[in-house]
């Protein structure tokens, strides 16, 4: 398989890169230099190039045959490994980027001469969907030009990298065979990708940003599911509405005298972490661990394999329902949305000048 | 303990192997609700430690935004793969949940500009008195 030769070759040039500038800075500065380096670049991530580039390595010279371990939880390393790429990328100084870009490169061209070589996708542009996942894969590449433009092009061309990379993983360990679940995976990079990156950004516009995109792998999400009308609505209010509040809110909370502090003190970080993690291992063990794919295959039996291709449009029902059997949780969201519109701007209204001499009533200057 | 560890690597192991079956795939293609499922609970996760990290309110209103996002493809998800289900009925509660989400989104970010004005910072921890 041209994937594996591609990332074992890869792998054994990042290697070989390493060793020669060690030998290199070794020979100039001596082994204490050397040892600095390496334990630099270490702590700067470099460990989570070298697991994946050592396991690519180990699998593709059939090592594991040998003393009987199968290369499944191997490869799920190494795809993890990638998957962890951009959170490094984060936060590591630009020097160890070649690295990313030998791996990153050669995977990609191994996932093209991948996709090249099978026939097995369907790929009909005809429908209409598949035109509106490219449209949105549009709006997630957009913001990564937007976010490359602001702040720099090296880290940003390698997360998509390294996120491309990730996708050609899952491609070959799921043995993925149609563009359905090639368009699931790589809206599900973007959307848990995303959200990785919102959670490790530093500064709050990049956070709003990669919702951005979150939100748009969610949109995908909705129109692989057959509702367009949801997916588009998602981009109109999410996209459109709720996401340029955001910034108006960030634009206008923040001080430039005070460096924003990103995370809570370690005594509240620690535990709330141990407790997020463990919730989310429920819960994905909670959706995993049960047999929904029997039960679907049932109910795909039942509803006919046609079920996706042939999605109808849905905003004909949608608004037939809305006006018959949803009309009153209808009318009384109509009432919220009114109440919640003279509420915020009531809250947010701006103090006049008597206020801020009778102090913190703020109930003067109106009327 | 070793064992609690043991057993959940054994599931998700089982989980792996589970997924990367040809019969998981065969099912007329190769994604289903679990999938979806699974999807949903990470970026749920996600949310819920970006509420938990952060201190800034707008921080924390966007971790709200995910854990909602995630809710409403459960939604969609369960409705479009269960049997006898009409696939509108999920799409419908998403719908209110988006626009709730407007709502909430909102007024949520009227009162952090509220208490920007009063106090001069949007961190939570320092948002600890009633009176303004």
Not at chain 2, 42 to 63: H, K, N, W, Y
Request: aromatic share 10%.
């Amino acid at each position: 398989m041209i994937f594996h030769d591609l990332l074992a070759l890869s792998s054994a040039l990042l290697l070989l890169y390493l060793g020669t500038r060690l030998v290199r800075v070794a020979r100039e500065g001596g082994p204490e230099a050397a040892l600095e380096l390496f334990t630099h670049a270490m702590r700067q991530g470099l460990w989570l190039a070298i697991i994946p580039a050592l396991c690519e390595l180990y699998i593709y010279l059939g090592l594991e045959s040998r003393i009987g371990l199968e290369s499944g939880p191997l490869r799920m390393l190494l795809i993890s490994a990638f998957v962890m790429l951009p959170v490094v990328l984060i936060m590591r100084t630009a020097s160890w980027i070649a690295f990313e870009t030998i791996l990153g490169a050669a995977a990609v061209v191994g996932v093209l001469r991948e996709f090249m070589a099978s026939d097995g996708f369907g790929l009909s542009l005809s429908d209409s969907r598949y035109l509106a996942l490219v449209v949105f894969a549009t709006i997630a590449a957009s913001t990564l030009v937007v976010r490359g433009a602001v702040t720099g092009w090296g880290r940003t061309g390698l997360g998509v990298l390294a996120g491309l990379a990730t996708v050609g993983g899952a491609v070959s360990f799921f043995s993925v065979t149609d563009f359905e679940a090639a368009c699931f995976y790589i809206t599900a990079a973007i959307a848990v990708g995303s959200g990785v990156l919102i959670l490790v950004s530093d500064k709050i516009v990049h956070m709003a940003f990669w919702l951005l995109a979150s939100l748009a792998g969610f949109a995908s999400f909705y129109l692989l599911l057959g509702a367009d009308f949801l997916g588009f609505t998602q981009v109109l209010v999410y996209i459109g509405g709720i996401l340029i509040l955001f910034l108006f809110g960030v634009m206008l909370t923040q001080r430039v005298d005070v460096p924003l502090k990103a995370t809570s003190s370690l005594r509240v970080l620690i535990p709330g972490i141990v407790i997020g993690v463990l919730i989310t291992g429920l819960l994905v063990f909670l959706a995993g661990g049960n047999n929904w794919s029997e039960k679907a295959a049932k109910d795909i039996a039942q509803i006919g394999p046609n079920a996706v291709k042939a999605a109808e449009p849905t905003a004909f029902g949608l608004g037939e329902a809305f006006m018959s059997t949803y009309i009153l949780p209808f009318e009384v969201v109509s009432v919220l949305l009114l109440v919640a519109m003279v509420g915020a701007t009531y809250i947010a209204r701006g103090k006049s000048e008597g206020d801020s001499a009778d102090g913190a009533d703020g109930e003067g200057g109106v009327a | 303990m070793s064992g609690s560890f043991g057993t959940c690597f054994n599931t998700l192991g089982g989980l792996l192997a589970q997924a990367s079956t040809p019969a998981a795939e065969a099912a007329s293609s190769g994604v289903g609700l679990q999938h979806y499922l699974v999807i949903s609970a990470l970026v749920f996760g996600l949310g819920l430690l970006i509420i938990i990290t952060r201190r800034s309110t707008i921080a924390v209103l966007m971790g709200i935004e995910l854990l909602l996002n995630s809710a409403g493809l459960n939604f969609v998800a369960f409705a479009k793969y269960s049997a006898g289900t009409d696939p509108l009925d999920g799409q419908i509660v998403t719908l209110f949940v988006i626009v709730i989400a407007a709502a909430e989104a909102a007024l949520a970010l009227a009162i952090a500009l509220n208490i920007f004005n009063s106090i001069n910072s949007v961190e939570l921890d320092d948002a600890h008195s009633l009176k303004g």
